[in-house]
Every structure is written in C-alpha cells, then in structure tokens.
C-alpha cells in the first residue's frame, strides 16, 4: 500500500526552505544584537517542561492551547512551550532568584500551540522578546516599549505603530466604580471586544459606553479616556500611559484601544501591540505582569515584550536577494580561498568538473587570486 501522506506535515507546520531560513537566521541576530547592547542577557529555556511550570507562573495562562503529553520517563505530564516568557518568569523565580533586580533577560525560539490564532493557522512560530524583572513601573514599561520598536526596526519593519491597552480595565473599573457581578464581567467584556454599544447597554454595561469612544490615534483618544469621570480609578493608569507614550511618541505611530485584550492572557495595568507597514496582523505585544512565587511567597513585577516575527520573515525572504557565491574551480588555492572568505565571499568548492558554476547560483569564479564575475 503507498504511504500518500509520508511526506505530508500537519496543518500549521511548515518548513523554512533557504530563503526563509536566511531571513528568520537574519531577524534573530540583529534582534539578539540590540537586547543585548540594552543590556538584556539571552537565555535559552528549553522546548518542553512539565505542563504545571508552564501553566501556573503567571495568572491567566491556558494550558489547554498548549501540546500536552505524558512524559514516558517521568510520568509526569509535559508541555510544549507556548510562550517563553513563562520560562523565563520560571527561570528569574527560582535559579536567577537571587541575581540583582531589575533582572534583564532576552530570548527567542520556536513555540507551539495546539490551534492557530484567528485566521492565521500557523501552529508554531517564532517568539523573540525580553523581559525586565523586577518592576512594572511607567519607566520599565517605557523602556520595553522602545526597545520593542528598536529590535522590529532593526529587523527590517517600516511603519511601526504601537497599540497601547489596559488589560485590567474591567476588572478594575467592575471593582470600584462601575460594579459588575461575575456573570456580567464576561459579557460585557465580549461586547467591549465586539465593540457593541446596543449590546452592551443590554448587559447592563452602560456605565462602560464612553470607553467604546476613546479609541484611536492616542492623544484623542486619552483625551476621551480622560474625560470619561471613573471616579479617580483610571487616574495612574492615564498618567501611566501618557508617560509611556512622551517618551516613545516619536519613534512610532501611537493608538490606543483601551479594552482590547485579544492575546492578553496575563498582563496587569499595561499592554501594547506592536504592527508594521505593509505586515498583515500584529508583530507582537508586550506589558506588565506578576510573577506567582511559592504559595505564601509575594508575586514579583515584571515587564516584557514578545515578538512573533514570521510575518516580517515572510516578507524579507520575498525581497531579499540571494547572496554572491564564488565558485572556486577544481584545483582551487586552499589559502587563496580562506582570504576571499575571509573578505566576506561565500565560496562554492567544486567537487567535480561536471559542477555548473552558474547553475549552482554562483555570480564569480576565482581565477588565480581573482573573484572574476561570470
Ligand atoms: N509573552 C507575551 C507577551 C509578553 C511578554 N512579556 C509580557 N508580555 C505574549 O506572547 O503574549
């Protein structure tokens, strides 16, 4: 019988063939470059752990999106990484427990989920961030956001724009000045992401409606946030917001979108989204969190942001030219050689006289000492 599906993948995994390959190689290393001249110390966690150490650092994070299976050494059940920042909030928890706060760290590497996100059905994906542990201050919150942008920049993205939000604004707002009992707060959540005013008035959500307005770019925005009397319960955070926003207005395009909470699945006061020209759908995203300790323990502050690149590595590897090759002939100079190499070639060494310079992708031949141009 004939194995059609040998060579099938499942849905949402792919490879990255050469061009794909270079471009995502490219968007880690420039990244990687800038976290670590801001000082943040790249760590690598590993690809799976047991399923409770993913799942239970930080408040709100769903271990059913995550690939489970019984680890066959163990027993114990393991997950696949769905989110390294849950890794690192292990990692700055227990063996970095000590090391001097705010504790800088930074990372990248393939995560997983069992199901694609919206629309786009791919099942893993590149994940490069960093986290700043230790606090969620409006300075650590203003350093993550530009440091954001900067790595996206440096990536090759144009056009960045930043979409701030406030995970916590219902529950904030439903504890204090506009009461929701627990069966309303999902609702009228759903009718905030709906951006329903007819329906939220129907969930006894009116109170909420001004928060439907102050939506886009974000000095109108704010302004409406502001004027929307929450009896002093939005003050820090519009305080917070505004300060964040002074210090990176002018490096991006700036919104914001109060009650948006699509992928905030633990940030506290803080969120931002992070877009690029030309990119369908987000980059990436980031805000402030606690850390759970041990039970008894005071969770701890932190910070980060997360980019998911592969929309942007798509783009490049679409764009990018290959790079020159140099075909070294049979019989090449072995010394002659190292030095182009050494001067930036790539070189090709033929194995064989039947070996096409050209239809290898070479652009120069060397002759003699000479990278001689086909
Ligand atoms: N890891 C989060 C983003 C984040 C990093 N740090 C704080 N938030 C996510 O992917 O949604």
New binding site residues.
Partial sequence: MQDTDRDLLPEGLGDRLPAQARAAQHVRRVGHDVLASHGYARVEPPLLEFEKSLASRMAGVQARRMFRFVDPASLRLLALRS?I?AQVARMAATSLATAPRPLRLSYSGPVSTIKGDGLDPARERL?L?A?LVGTDTVAAAAEIVELAIETLASAGATGISVDFTLPDLVDTLSAGPLPLDAAQIEKVREMLDAKDAGGLVDVGGEGYLPLLYAVGPFESAIAQLESFQAGGALDSRIEGLRAIAARVGGKARLTLDPSERH???Y?SWFGFTIYAEGISGSLG???T?QILGQAGEEPEAA????LYPDPLIGALAATSDEPQKLFLPLGYDVQVAAQQRAVGWITLAALSDSDDPRGLGCSHVLEGREAVAL
Wanted: charged content about 25%.
């Fill in positions: 989110d920042t994940q961030g986290e992928g905030f699945e940030q995203r980031g805000g969190y910070t980060g942001f997360s």
